[in-house]
């Protein structure tokens, strides 16, 4: 009987072998393994064997979700694996078997630029007590993969994280993907982490619980530590610090997203406290000029997730753009009038830094018109129904007045900005460069003049009516009574000069507020008050309390005893990070990259302490003061200032143009890694250059030219000098 | 019923965990503030608790410690501080917590609530050292009652130390929870769309602790804190 039940579970453990999931991958396509386990709703990790001698943990999840994990085998072969889920309770589901068939030719890796060998912790006296090792650089890389292995006869550490630092260890920051509970003994298989590109100059593993290991002893031991990665950067220049190294990691954090904790398995999925993370995109309207922005010049999985969103993004016969795909209401709550704008800029942009004529020329099945159709659709609602063609955009809607009895507007859905508004008329002037580009690349040069010639009526009317010559500011809007609302919002006046509707005068005026060097009477915070968080400007200087009807809470309250507490709310003194990527923009183009590069120190400076993962809470229990994680995207704008501010590259009608301003002290800055319509490039800009260059390696297109001037690339790699911009 | 069923998960819970293949001989979730950069990240105040400090070294423990502040009123009697911390199944909190010695005289109650993912909130018992003096309100299944309670010493560490489910006395249905924090970053948590297993159940995700005075303590209107140096979820 006992050989029956032994043949029995050996039958068993055949079987499941052939139940095993068959897979097919080659070594330059990773394999993507599905996952769905549920734990006890408990949040839970992956573990991988791959079959190829590695382990490799996923990022926390919640329980239950499906996603998948990705590997890249280095060599062809077939190779079995497994998979089990470990719950941060420490409960662990049954290993599911996988196998995977690759093809291709064996890839090399990316050189060991560190490594140690066994290493034991001191004895800990708490089970709380932080032990770690560390592996410091020569310098600052750009990392690829941690590998930890066991030490012979000891346990592998079951609870610990992975950190890098850009100073040295100054301070340290968590490898979002990289932490771990109750971790299976992996026996002699090497522990991958990897680090997609995070740049650091060192890594190092804490211990984040410590039991007595099988000695006894309250140690942590590990057999060796190996570290990979390349010297260049994404973002890359020749004056390398924790500037630079920052840039990158803050893109890594809140523009690609790539190693964040997402509850979901998607990028723009929300996390949870406390692993409060970055996220990608958000994909609807309001944010679709920004996502493009973001996206467009990446060969990412979140640009093709992007793509199918907008490919049928509706909108109403009358060309108004809805919030998001499933209602025309923000939030279901009431229409806002920036999402044409937005919608025109973005999907422009979108097209000019593809080239993506399928998308321009699909035809969507709900509205049977091809996007380009659409995107001349949403500008004629903006001309005809906010007639727009009398240079200023005038909201007819009853909900959207800018009076008291109002809801909000645009974004910014705090305030009651409607009729006339400044956020709205200053990306209204916006869409109608967009379109101007647009109708010119597609041979409209009539009706791209029309539009020139209409963006520059919209920019005097927009001074002429939003100026504020008291207050030396740009108001929020004139309501529909015709008072004109004036809170000090700072984000309406960086937004018009990050687009250069001020002339310089007014220019200085703004910034000279901002900067606090001119106190504005009336105003709740001046000087250096409105930069309080430093991470970007207060988003209004007046307290939103003295006119609480022209505030909607949301279901809070503006009293100040409660939520919207004046510097407790991120619309009632909080901040809002992504307007510091206009904030650099509009120092950038009236105070010339000195100015700019002033700010960008200052913002730099706070993402060395913590990359601004910080929660602070008011003293209602809201989390809302500082709005840069979780449900905010578009943080990843601000690295963004590198790409179109320092590097300049800007996507138009006639290519890429190239317009860098570096700063003075820098000899060259690079992207080593830009997708402009379809082909990936490096480019340069190099102060000792004197010619532009353009060489190929391999499938990277190496683009080089001088720091001053600028230039055009074209479609077909040939670049060009321009004089006019 | 529905109390019924909290009551088997979570004693099945318990269970579970007992069985886990790395059961835990410490807590499997705790913070002991030692790196005040990721306590920050769970932490939050609420009601009369208005700012948080995390303190390197307490000169009574040279340990690390939360600080939190406080003022009371007469409308406002809890002091909430809010812990958020992985979905978890557990059976045992236990919290290290201390009224300073130099705060006026006045007596400092403390109690707990809990929410799991599908926002229910349940109510656990108050801080209790076997000499009660004061009964606080609680929510249980027949309605609200006074459920005893002692004061917090002034000057040293008390550990409140509950286990679940005989400390807990009530479960609620969402949008009734005795403290109706909405977060609105945390958005929609999307649990619909999981795929759970039908004997599921949801996990804990936050506590409320707090300190609550009574309406006529001589600490109204005043500037007090709180110490706490270790929490631990088993």
Known sequence: MRHILAWFFVFLAGAGSLLAEEYAADTQTPVRIPYAQDLHEEMLYYVFEWGDGTWSPSSLKRSGIQGFMEHRYAKPGRYEGRFCAVSIGGQRSDWTPFAVAVGGTESVGKPVIASRGAWSSGPATNYWERQGVALELDGYYALDRLVLTKAPGKDFPSHFQIEYSINRGETWQKLNTARCFFFPDPGNQQVVFSFNGIAANAVRLVATRITPDSDGEMRIHLGGMELTGAKELLFDCSQRGPLIAGLNNMWYAYGSAVNEVHLDYVTWGQSKRPFESGVSYMGNAEWIAWDALEMGWTHSRELEELRAKWLDYPLDPDGYVWACPGDPRHLFHNRHYDNNACYINGIVHYYFQTGDDAFIQHRCAATGKTNLEKVRLAMRYQLEQLGGTNGVLTITDPEVQGTPASKSGNYWDYYKLGYQSAFDNAEFYRSLQSMARLERAMGGTEQAAEYAALAAETKDKFNELFWNDATGRYIGCIDANGVRRDYGFTFVNLHALGYGLADPPRARRILDWLDGKRVIAGDTSTGPDIYHFKLGPRSNTIDMAKVPDWVETWGGELDPARQGKYGMQIQNGGVIFYTSYYDLEARLRYQGIDGAMKRLDGIMAEFEKDELRRIDSNHVGHTLILGVLLCFPESGLVPMFYVDGIMGLRPGAEGLWINPSLPRDWEWAAVNSYWFQGKEYAICADATATLPLVRQEGDRTLVTVPAIGRYILGADGQITKKEDF | ?234
């Open chain 2, 1 to 234: 019923m529905r109390m019924l069923f909290i009551v088997m998960a979570l004693a099945s819970a318990a269970f579970g965990a007992a069985q886990a293949k790395d059961a835990p001989a410490v807590p499997v979730w705790f913070d002991a503030f030692q790196a005040p950069l990721e306590s920050r990240a769970g932490w939050q105040t609420f009601q009369a608790a208005y700012a948080l400090e995390f303190v390197s070294a307490l000169p009574e423990t040279g340990r690390p410690a939360l600080k939190a502040k406080a003022r009371f009123s007469k409308t406002n009697l809890s002091a909430v501080l809010i812990w958020r911390f992985p979905d978890l199944q557990m059976h045992r909190f236990r919290a290290r917590i201390m009224v300073p010695a130099n705060l006026p005289a006045g007596d400092v109650f403390f109690q707990m609530v809990a929410n799991n993912t599908q926002g229910d909130a349940l109510f656990f018992k108050p801080y209790l050292d076997g000499k009660p003096t004061y009964d606080l309100p609680c929510q249980t299944i027949e309605g609200l009652k006074q459920q005893p309670a002692s004061p917090l010493p002034h000057g040293k560490w008390a550990v409140y130390d509950v286990g679940l489910p005989g400390s807990l006395f009530f479960e609620q249905k969402k949008g009734k929870a005795a403290h109706p924090v909405q977060d609105m970053a945390l958005m929609n948590t999307g649990r619909d769309a999981l795929n759970l297993s039908a004997e599921s159940r949801p996990a804990m995700e936050v506590f409320f602790m707090s300190f609550q005075v009574p309406d006529n303590s001589p600490l109204l209107d005043k500037e007090v804190w709180f110490y706490i140096d270790l929490v631990e979820i088993y």
